[in-house]
């Protein structure tokens, strides 16, 4: 994550992506009212579909995409349609990512043509923030033909505030100091998790402007907004704390089951138990993964679910102590009479799978236990890849099976 104080964050978005790269492609298109999307193929006056994308010279008329064909065609008579060419978008968004990708690793794609750039620790290689972006907005537009806007600032909210600002073909940086004058002024529904109707909702109590909220007592704000109302007072306040994740990363490894019919025998259950939590044990094992909180979700004939967690001291990826984490879990859950319909396990707050107990200097009984435990466990790995996931089970879990019956009423 980025330090606070330093504008190392940079949201790139290709304008009118689709309808772009057809007027690159096609010079007639070019300056036209294009609109690309709708079931029209050949001769081009089909009403189904929607609008996939639109040229800035159809956006005059109003056109947007999602906007229904039919309703396009009244608003820009004008207009140009033509069908999408999803393969011809893919090649050139794979392109604008590559470009991006030569200046740092912190990637957070949002869509085809949309992404977040975390560059902390790369000016010493690249330079600024403000080098940076104008570095790939240059690129962008020699090597592909396409213009690109960038917004700049401390945080993820804030760097898509300010290319929303500058759209279209745009570079537009929010620094620190003008927080507060850039986003005070903004109409509400500028903020993340305001949708229509929740926008509709503040206008009716007289909030406009994004410094109403970000002045406006907490209570209030839990009145009207719920549980999100703290959430949007912090980046009403322009503060915005979520890193930029790249896809690579995993949140979280889970597994379920869903039963043919409803299960009220504990045992059976127990045994489910052990059979995701072997498969979550190995998922994670081969993905590189430990987790620290281990989740059981259970949802009974009613549909009724429940999740619940607990964290532990230091992460695992071994099938025992999984197992007998949500065996612990199971046993605090109050049964429904008339069963379980499904059983999950999550292995989530997750940590790279090499990591060792940073505190400690001299390794304990426990963790000389968890090193044989990990080498069993792998060699377990290698006889079921070689003859099956069934072909062995550890005999000490199956006694935890067998000490259990009938689900408690």
């Avoid at 999602?66 to 999408?84: L, N, V, Y």
């Avoid at 794979?94 to 949309?114: A, R």
């Avoid at 390794?363 to 079921?384: C, M």
Wanted: proline share 4%; hydrophobic share 35%.
């Amino acid at each position: 994550m980025s330090d606070n104080n330093r504008l190392s964050i940079i949201h790139l978005d290709l304008d009118a992506f689709f309808a772009s790269v057809e007027q690159r492609d096609n010079p007639v298109y070019r300056g036209k009212p294009l609109i690309v999307g709708g079931i029209s193929v050949g001769k081009g006056n089909s009403n189904r579909g929607v609008v996939c994308a639109a040229s800035y010279e159809a956006r005059k008329y109003g056109v947007h995409a999602g906007m229904p064909i039919w309703e396009a065609r009244q608003k820009c008579h004008e207009g140009i349609f033509i069908p999408s060419q999803m393969n011809k978008y893919l090649k050139s968004s794979k392109e604008f990512f590559q470009i991006c990708s030569n200046y740092t690793p912190l990637i957070e794609p949002l869509s085809i043509d949309e992404l977040f750039l975390d560059v902390s620790g790369c000016e010493s290689l690249f330079g600024s923030s403000e080098t940076i972006g104008r570095k790939i907005k240059e690129r962008v537009y020699e090597e592909l033909g396409l213009k690109v806007s960038v917004g700049i600032s401390k945080n993820k909210f804030l760097a898509k505030i300010a290319t929303n600002l500058g759209k279209p073909d745009g570079f537009y940086i929010i620094p620190s100091k003008d927080i507060q004058k850039i986003l005070y002024p903004l109409p509400v529904s500028s903020l993340w998790g305001i949708g229509k109707k929740t926008e509709k909702l503040l206008k009716k109590s007289g909030i406009y402007l994004v410094e109403q909220l970000a002045r406006m007592p907490d209570s209030i704000l839990e009145n009207l907004l719920g549980k999100n109302g703290k959430k949007i007072k912090l980046l009403a306040q322009g503060i915005d704390e979520s890193p930029v994740t790249p896809p690579s990363t995993a949140k979280s490894i889970s597994k379920e089951t869903t039963f043919s019919t409803n299960v009220t025998e504990n045992a059976v259950l127990i045994k489910e138990l052990l059979i995701i939590s072997q498969l979550v044990g190995y998922a994670a094992r081969k993905k590189g993964y430990k987790g620290r909180t281990i989740t059981l979700k259970i949802r009974f004939h009613n549909f009724i679910t429940f999740n619940r967690s607990k964290t532990l001291e230091n992460p695992t990826y071994l099938d025992d102590i999984i197992f007998k984490t949500v065996v612990e879990l199971l046993d605090k859950v109050r049964h429904k009479k008339g069963g379980v319909r499904l059983l999950g396990i999550k292995l989530s707050n997750l940590t790279s799978g090499n990591e060792r107990k940073q505190l400690k200097f001299l390794r304990d009984e426990e963790d000389k236990k968890d090193d044989k435990l990990e080498k069993l466990t792998r060699s377990l790995d290698k006889i079921r890849e070689k003859h099956g996931s069934k072909a062995v089970t550890r005999a000490s879990l199956l006694k935890i099976i067998k000490n259990n019956r009938k689900v408690p009423n």
